[in-house]
C-alpha cells in the first residue's frame, strides 16, 4: 500500500504565503507525476499544479506567478510554495501521486487526505 501524508495548511492573510508538503510512503518503486489539486467549498476539485520526475512543470492560470511546486525524489516528497495569497484560494489543497509498485506494474493514482488553506481578506 502506498500512503501519502500532507502537511502545512493553515489560516492566513491575504498577501500571506504557506507551503505544503506531501510525502509518500510504502510499496513504492518509481514515482511519475506529482500534483496538487484543490477544491472550494461547493465546487469541483481542480488542478493547481502539476511536476513530473524529469521536473517539468504546470499549473493553473490563476497561481501562475503566485505558487511554485517542487519535488525531492530521494524523500519522495512533493511541495507546493504558495505566495501572495488571496481569499479565492481559500480551498482544500490535495496531493496526488502517479505510482508504480513494481516495474511491472500499471501507474495507480493515489490521493492525499486534503489540508484545508484559509485565505481571510
Known amino acids: 500500500q502506498v500512503q501519502l501524508v500532507e502537511s502545512g495548511g493553515g489560516l492566513v492573510q491575504a498577501g500571506g504565503s504557506l507551503r505544503l508538503s506531501c510525502a509518500a510512503s510504502g510499496s513504492i518503486f518509481s514515482i511519475n507525476t506529482m500534483a496538487w489539486y484543490r477544491q472550494a467549498s461547493g465546487k469541483q476539485r481542480d488542478l493547481v499544479a502539476g511536476i513530473t520526475n524529469s521536473g517539468r512543470t504546470n499549473y493553473a492560470d490563476s497561481v501562475k506567478g503566485r505558487f511554485t511546486i517542487s519535488r525531492d525524489n530521494a524523500k519522495k516528497t512533493v511541495f507546493l510554495e504558495m505566495n501572495s495569497l488571496k481569499p479565492e484560494d481559500t480551498a482544500v489543497y490535495y496531493c496526488?501521486?502517479?505510482?508504480?509498485?513494481?516495474?511491472?506494474?500499471?501507474?495507480?493514482?493515489?490521493w492525499g487526505q486534503g489540508t484545508q488553506v484559509t485565505v481571510s481578506s
Open positions: 496526488k501521486v502517479d505510482v508504480l509498485v513494481g516495474p511491472l506494474s500499471v501507474v495507480r493514482d493515489y
